[in-house]
């Protein structure tokens, strides 16, 4: 051996962590993505896969690419929201997301058969997250909207990690009342601590005006914009109780595109426009 040639049994040999090798997969993976819109709240049952959904189509309709991930792996009601309840993805991949409304989505619901139930720990729901942003065939989009399911626990905390932080926008979902302000305002400071910039407060299930011309507010009033106003981030939009909402979500079709001009519909538009420049 020449003393230029290296003597290749004493080179070091390094294998890239599987920490490393998913980052390095879902950044190529997230290579025709602009921005990734994270809908979460520290709360369950406050709207979120309600909002993620509905805005996701009124940013669609202002002319944006949008794709949605649900990534709430033990529980996802995205499918249903959007009407692929039982769609299952054939083969091993890369898989083609279904589209609805021009939306391709993509769930881990689309993994397994109707009616399983999950007991999985933090290290089996990373994995899935990861194959849904790497074995589904996103196409080029200016936003993929994130459905999280609640609390700042292994699927926030696995977004945080694998998307780079500059491509983050995180918008936290609160109803009016107290408990969920003291859920969502922890939320905010587990955001803070991961670097995932927040945008803004929606409040959800606010207060709404029957036919008789009265207003209930059934969860209270108010909660949202002290909650913004604490955490010194924009209140993008209040949407009021509305039956239809809830209907739209059991039968899978989108309410801001099938209730133009009502108060919730017009609640979405706003925020959507809201969050429009952030993401021209
Ligand atoms: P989360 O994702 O936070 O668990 P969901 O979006 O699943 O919450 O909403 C919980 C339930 O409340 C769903 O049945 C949904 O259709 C309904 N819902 C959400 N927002 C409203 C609203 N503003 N008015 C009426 N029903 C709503």
């Given at each position: 051996?020449?003393?230029?040639?290296?003597?290749?049994?004493?080179?070091?040999?390094?294998?890239?962590?599987?920490?490393?090798?998913?980052?390095?997969?879902?950044?190529?993976?997230?290579?025709?993505?602009?921005?990734?819109?994270?809908?979460?709240s520290?709360k369950?049952g406050v709207g979120?896969?309600t909002v993620?959904?509905?805005?996701?189509?009124?940013?669609?309709?202002?002319?944006?690419?949008?794709?949605?991930?649900?990534?709430?792996?033990?529980?996802?009601?995205?499918?249903?929201?959007?009407?692929?309840?039982?769609?299952?993805?054939?083969?091993?991949?890369?898989?083609?997301?279904?589209?609805?409304?021009?939306?391709?989505?993509?769930?881990?619901?689309?993994?397994?058969?109707?009616?399983?139930?999950?007991?999985?720990?933090?290290?089996?729901?990373?994995?899935?997250?990861?194959?849904?942003?790497?074995?589904?065939?996103?196409?080029?989009?200016?936003?993929?909207?994130?459905?999280?399911?609640?609390?700042?626990?292994?699927?926030?905390?696995?977004?945080?990690?694998?998307?780079?932080?500059?491509?983050?926008?995180?918008?936290l979902v609160s109803t009016p009342q107290g408990v969920s302000q003291d859920d969502v305002a922890?939320?905010?400071?587990?955001?803070?601590?991961?670097?995932?910039?927040?945008?803004g407060v929606v409040e959800n299930m606010s207060p709404f005006t029957c036919a008789c011309g009265r207003e209930h507010a059934v969860f209270g009033r108010g909660g949202g914009e002290a909650l913004a106003e604490k955490m010194?981030v924009p209140l993008l939009g209040q949407i009021p109780i509305d039956p239809?909402l809830?209907?739209?979500?059991?039968?899978?079709?989108?309410?801001?595109?099938?209730?133009?001009?009502s108060d919730a519909?017009s609640a979405f538009?706003r925020i959507?426009?809201?969050?429009?420049?952030?993401?021209?």
């Amino acid at each position: 051996m020449s003393e230029d040639e290296p003597d290749e049994g004493l080179e070091p040999s390094f294998s890239p962590t599987p920490q490393a090798q998913a980052r390095a997969g879902i950044e190529r993976a997230l290579g025709g993505i602009g921005h990734v819109l994270v809908v979460m709240s520290g709360k369950g049952g406050v709207g979120k896969s309600t909002v993620a959904v509905n805005v996701a189509a009124a940013l669609k309709t202002r002319g944006f690419d949008v794709g949605v991930l649900d990534l709430d792996i033990t529980n996802p009601n995205t499918p249903r929201m959007l009407g692929l309840d039982g769609f299952r993805f054939e083969g091993s991949g890369p898989f083609e997301p279904p589209v609805v409304e021009g939306i391709p989505v993509a769930s881990s619901a689309f993994f397994r058969p109707p009616g399983r139930a999950l007991a999985w720990r933090g290290p089996m729901k990373q994995k899935m997250i990861t194959d849904l942003f790497q074995r589904v065939a996103w196409p080029d989009l200016d936003v993929l909207v994130l459905d999280l399911p609640p609390g700042t626990s292994d699927e926030p905390l696995s977004v945080s990690e694998l998307v780079p932080s500059e491509m983050l926008s995180a918008v936290l979902v609160s109803t009016p009342q107290g408990v969920s302000q003291d859920d969502v305002a922890l939320n905010f400071k587990f955001a803070v601590t991961v670097e995932m910039p927040v945008v803004g407060v929606v409040e959800n299930m606010s207060p709404f005006t029957c036919a008789c011309g009265r207003e209930h507010a059934v969860f209270g009033r108010g909660g949202g914009e002290a909650l913004a106003e604490k955490m010194d981030v924009p209140l993008l939009g209040q949407i009021p109780i509305d039956p239809a909402l809830r209907e739209a979500g059991d039968e899978g079709s989108v309410f801001v595109l099938e209730h133009e001009g009502s108060d919730a519909a017009s609640a979405f538009e706003r925020i959507a426009c809201a969050l429009a420049s952030r993401f021209e």
